[in-house]
């Protein structure tokens, strides 16, 4: 963990919101932005999170929180399909693992 902010996981229980979350870690945004696009931020930077695979580092989090935030900067929720109704939306289908087996005779 960042000796530098030593307890930052222990802040994020008191962040409810995107705006919260930016605003804490120093990322500069649009309001129009994070108003249109809150929960598709948030849900790319906790997919971001998932991916990184690293015990919790400040820098890290913002890192990947800014670049969650600049994906909708650049783009919008259709085209990045983050939930699966836009995936759906563009066509885009997925199966669960779980899902694919053997026919039972």
Same mark, same amino acid.
């Given at each position: 963990?960042?000796?530098?902010?030593?307890?930052?996981?222990?802040? #994020?229980?008191? @962040?409810?919101?995107?705006?919260?979350? /930016?605003?804490?870690? !120093?990322? *500069?945004?649009?309001?129009?932005?994070?108003?249109?696009?809150? #929960?598709?931020? @948030?849900?790319?930077?906790?997919?971001? /999170?998932?991916?990184? !695979?690293? *015990?919790?580092?400040?820098?890290?989090?913002?890192?990947?929180?800014?670049?969650?935030?600049?994906?909708?900067?650049?783009?919008?929720?259709?085209?990045?399909?983050?939930?699966?109704?836009?995936?759906?939306?563009?066509?885009?289908?997925?199966?669960?693992?779980?899902?694919?087996?053997?026919?039972?005779?």
């Amino acid at each position: 963990m960042s000796t530098e902010h030593p307890d930052f996981t222990d802040d #994020l229980a008191e @962040l409810e919101s995107a705006e919260d979350f /930016l605003t804490y870690f !120093g990322i *500069a945004f649009d309001p129009k932005v994070v108003r249109i696009n809150h #929960l598709h931020i @948030l849900q790319r930077f906790h997919n971001y /999170l998932n991916g990184a !695979g690293k *015990a919790p580092e400040y820098e890290t989090w913002k890192h990947l929180l800014a670049r969650a935030y600049q994906d909708f900067v650049h783009s919008d929720a259709l085209t990045e399909g983050v939930f699966s109704v836009f995936k759906r939306a563009r066509g885009i289908q997925t199966v669960p693992i779980t899902a694919i087996g053997r026919r039972q005779p």
